[in-house]
C-alpha cells in the first residue's frame, strides 16, 4: 500500500469510527428503540451520502488523463463500513467500475461484509444497551 493510499485510508477509517462512537454514545444516553433507530438510520445515511460523493468524484476524475484517482481499497472499506447503499448508488448511477471484474468480485466480498457489519451493529445498539 502505497503511502498516500494509507494516508486515505487511515483518514476514511478514522471518520468512520468517529461517527460510530458518536452513535454509541448517543443511544447510551437516549434509550428508546425509536431514537436508537433514528441514531442508526441517521448513522447509514451519512455513511452512504460520504461513499457515493467519493464515487462520484473518483468518475469524475477517471475522466482527466493523469488524474489523481481514489484508491480501489478506499472505495471498498467505504462500502464495508457501512457505506454500502451509497457505494451501490454510486456504482449504478456514475456507471462507476460496474465493467471491472475483480472490483465487482472483490465488491461481492465487501458487501457481504457490510451485511455482518450492519448485523452486529444492529444487535449491539438494540439488543445489548
Same mark, same amino acid.
Given at each position: ?6 494516508? @486515505?485510508?487511515? /483518514?476514511?477509517?478514522? @471518520? *468512520? $469510527?468517529?461517527? $460510530?462512537?458518536?452513535?454509541?454514545? #448517543?443511544? %447510551? ?8 433507530? !433514528?441514531?442508526?438510520? #441517521? ?31 478506499? $472505495? ?9 447503499? !451509497? #457505494?451501490?448508488? !454510486?456504482?449504478? @448511477? ?6 471491472? *471484474? ?7 466480498? /465487501? ?6 457489519? @450492519? ?5 449491539? %445498539?438494540?439488543?445489548?444497551?
Amino acid at each position: 500500500m502505497s503511502e498516500t493510499s494509507a494516508k @486515505y485510508f487511515a /483518514t476514511i477509517l478514522a @471518520y *468512520q $469510527l468517529v461517527f $460510530l462512537t458518536f452513535l454509541v454514545l #448517543a443511544c %447510551l444516553v437516549f434509550g428508546s428503540f425509536l431514537e436508537k433507530l !433514528g441514531f442508526f438510520c #441517521a448513522f447509514v445515511l451519512a455513511h452512504s451520502i460520504v461513499t457515493f460523493i467519493v464515487y462520484g468524484v473518483d468518475k469524475k476524475r477517471s475522466e482527466t488523463e493523469g488524474a489523481w484517482r481514489v484508491p480501489e481499497r478506499v $472505495l471498498h472499506s467505504m462500502c464495508a463500513f457501512f457505506g454500502l447503499f !451509497g #457505494a451501490m448508488v !454510486g456504482m449504478s @448511477y456514475f456507471k462507476h467500475k460496474t465493467s471491472k *471484474q475483480s472490483f465487482l468480485c472483490m465488491c461481492c466480498i /465487501t458487501i457481504f461484509v457490510s451485511i455482518c457489519m @450492519y448485523a452486529i451493529l444492529i444487535l449491539v %445498539l438494540f439488543f445489548w444497551f
